[in-house]
């Protein structure tokens, strides 16, 4: 029997609109009401999150919510962190040098003082605003070294950025882990920081299996959870690598695919 669902957001809980449906929110009720835990989890952070939180009342202290891509845990209702890898400034200012070797704008999240960057690319607009979000433009060279750092992005238009996926120092992949949400966001987290070990630990706080554990997602940043999970699934609209990988593919994010996965696996045991 499952215990738990981890649910990435966009992509696969929200639709295009960045809407929930109907559906999808009564299953979501539906698998509560059994005692079965839902969460969210998403490279957002926590204020793009919330509302979506209090549109499905998870917003208690028995609910919980993995945000950064898996760099934070917290128990939403008190906001106690359960776990949380970060970076530091020096990380900032390292993979800054590599961004303007490589041509392509950047931006991070600091523990402290929320959205930073050099200036307010497209990219960095979409995220301030997409979240609603205050952006502090600041010189990364000058970031003191123990800033603390949730994640640090690199934002351009997806044929530049694919340009510099490509031209990245292999260092960087053993020094950070790297995921791809989308074609124009490539995120750098803490090398023990990812959807997978944000899930396993709070699985280990609730004393509840991998193998009672369903994670759902559709990009390269949600493959960590899928992989740790007893069932992995893939929404219909995921890249053609989380399909692959997963154990179940379910329909798209406009076609209600999480809403079918817990009637399926959750709701009708």
């Not at 957001?9 to 009401?33: C, F, P, V």
């Not at 005692?35 to 939180?53: H, N, Q, T, W």
């Not at 060279?141 to 997806?158: F, G, T």
């Amino acid at each position: 029997m499952y215990k738990l669902i981890a649910l990435d957001m966009d992509g696969t809980l929200l639709r295009d609109d960045g809407s929930i449906s109907a559906r999808t929110q009564q299953a979501i009720a539906a698998a509560k009401a059994k005692g079965i835990k839902v969460v969210l989890a998403s490279g957002r952070p926590i204020a793009g999150m919330e509302k979506f939180l209090q549109q499905l009342a998870l917003t208690s202290h028995e609910d919980y919510v993995l945000s950064y891509n898996g760099s934070l845990v917290q128990n939403v209702g008190s906001g106690a962190v359960l776990a949380s890898r970060l970076l530091n400034g020096q990380d900032v200012r390292d993979l800054f040098a590599i961004s303007q070797q490589l041509g392509v704008n950047i931006h991070a999240f600091s523990r402290q003082q929320g959205l930073i960057a050099p200036r307010n690319s497209r990219y960095t607009e979409l995220e301030r605003s997409h979240n609603d979000l205050l952006l502090t433009e600041l010189d990364f060279a000058q970031l003191p070294e123990d800033e603390a750092i949730l994640k640090v992005m690199m934002v351009d238009e997806p044929e530049i950025l694919a340009q510099a996926v490509a031209a990245l120092p292999a260092e960087v992949y053993q020094r950070f882990t790297v995921v791809q949400s989308t074609p124009y966001f490539l995120e750098f987290l803490h090398p023990d920081s990812n959807k997978g070990t944000g899930v396993a630990a709070l699985a280990a706080h609730l004393e509840i299996s991998p193998e009672a554990i369903i994670c759902v997602g559709d990009a390269g940043n949600d493959a960590h959870m899928l992989s740790y999970a007893g069932l992995g699934v893939a929404m219909g609209n995921a890249t053609d690598e989380i399909k692959a990988m997963a154990d179940f593919v379910t329909h798209s994010n406009q076609e209600d695919g999480v809403a079918h996965v817990i009637e399926r696996f959750m709701l009708q045991s």
